[in-house]
């Protein structure tokens, strides 16, 4: 088996990024780290503060510094906070530190996936499922250039999604390399 690649997982909240991304990294013998729990323990602070007191920026400045110094570790797992995607220095330094991989899911899903999630300041308002179809209509164009695959998520068991990955990216580091046993058969950049 060659070495594989850092894995960053991009997509939007309640994608599954954190318990996918265990998940990887417990397969792959590797660090995991959660660039929005990084950035609460360094702080000190959880989210819902950090974006009281400074705002949307303030915490995406800390969200730049962070991604920029987890994707340097090597070799790791990282999922990112669902906006990491709206900056260009995130975006450039997932591309090219490692391989991106986009966990898709519907609104249907996001919403029953955060319903009781307070931890999350962006839907902490009336009209949740607007919210989450504004920020998919913005930021799914800017999860598909910046990844390499993308795996749907939804009604599908996290063991499954990450099967599917570790299929998918190891088909992009060897394409000519047989299949494992377990590997079955693999997708194309994006399967829908």
């Given at each position: ?142 999860y598909r250039a910046t990844s390499d695959i993308a795996v749907r998520t939804d009604r599908r068991s996290p063991r499954a999604v990450v099967n599917e990955i570790l299929r998918r990216v190891h088909r ?21």
């Amino acid at each position: 088996m060659q070495d594989l690649p850092n894995l960053f997982l991009i997509g939007p909240m309640g994608a599954g990024k954190s318990t996918i991304g265990r998940l990887l990294a417990a397969e792959l013998a590797r660090p995991f780290y959660d660039s929005d729990h990084a950035i609460q323990d360094r702080c000190g602070a959880d989210i819902p503060w950090i974006f009281d007191v400074e705002g949307e920026q303030g915490f995406r400045l800390r969200e730049i510094h962070m991604i920029d110094e987890l994707t340097q570790l090597s070799p790791v797992v990282v999922a990112t906070g669902g906006g990491a995607v709206l900056r260009e220095e995130n975006r450039r330094a997932l591309r090219e530190r490692g391989t991106v991989v986009y966990l898709l899911t519907t609104v249907d899903q996001q919403l029953k996936r955060t319903a009781k999630d307070r931890n999350r300041p962006l839907l902490q308002c009336a009209n949740r499922e607007q919210v989450l179809n504004d920020m998919f209509a913005q930021r799914d164009p800017l999860y598909r250039a910046t990844s390499d695959i993308a795996v749907r998520t939804d009604r599908r068991s996290p063991r499954a999604v990450v099967n599917e990955i570790l299929r998918r990216v190891h088909r992009l580091v060897d394409p000519l390399e047989p299949s494992s046993p377990s590997a079955g058969t693999l997708n194309h950049k994006v399967s829908q």
